[in-house]
């Protein structure tokens, strides 16, 4: 399962899009915790809820501070699932790369998060700025479907913020596709990371339905 997130505002002119969307004053409604839903809800997988994660980085040149960024959305992660991720270091991998399909291509177990441009991933078109999820392969566990590996890619290209600010923001873009990478589909609640886009509601910190949602993906208090 692959999940992508479009950049809906017109950042260049630092002038916020008015935005073709049926729904555009939903973030006027009072959040529901029910807004959450899962990647593939046939398929009720998530990570063993009783082993730490790894994660490894490929900053692609990035500024250190992706790195910084990518820390304190792992932290607001760990705290919504009980998870704990365990830094691994770096890799050259690219989840998503051109040639290859979806997760193949970088090293399985745990999380592999990279920064790279269309070129390298070709769905990272248009106004597609990130990429995240679970696969290829899953472990059938006491009954429950586990992940065993997840990528997210973000474009290196985007105009997105590094500050914690409201708006189209790297750490609202990196706790969307965590919360794909994590199992969670997406939320219809703009209060909600997992919304379906970045825009002028998106905010840099979890919303109650993904809230809800990393609650029930996370890590079992019985390990
Ligand atoms: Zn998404």
Redesign the pocket.
């Known amino acids: 399962m692959m999940?992508?997130?479009r950049l809906l505002s017109a950042l260049a002119s630092g002038l916020l899009a008015v935005l073709p969307l049926a729904s555009a004053h939903a973030a006027d409604t009072v959040p529901r915790t029910a807004s959450w839903t899962r990647e593939d809800p046939s398929f009720p997988y998530r990570w063993d809820p009783c082993q730490p994660i790894p994660y490894r980085v490929n900053l692609a040149g990035t500024p250190h501070r992706n790195l910084k960024v990518l820390k304190a959305a792992l932290a607001d992660i760990a705290d919504a699932t009980g998870f704990t991720f365990t830094y691994a270091g770096t890799t050259h991998g690219v989840p998503y790369a051109k040639g290859r399909s979806g997760l193949r291509q970088v090293p399985s177990g745990g999380l592999t998060v990279a920064w790279a441009t269309q070129r390298k991933v070709p769905a990272l078109a248009g106004s597609v700025v990130?990429l995240?999820g679970p696969g290829p392969s899953y472990r059938r566990v006491d009954g429950e479907w586990q992940i065993d590996s997840a990528g997210v890619v973000i474009d290196k290209t985007a105009r997105l913020t590094t500050a914690m600010v409201d708006g189209p923001s790297l750490m609202s873009l990196l706790l969307?596709?965590l919360?794909?990478a994590m199992g969670l589909?997406?939320s219809r609640s703009k209060a909600d990371v997992?919304y379906?886009g970045l825009g002028r509601w998106s905010r840099p910190h979890l919303g109650p339905g993904d809230r809800a949602g990393l609650r029930e993906l996370g890590a079992s208090t019985h390990c």
């Open positions: 999940h992508r997130v990130g995240g969307h596709e919360g794909h589909g997406h997992m379906a």
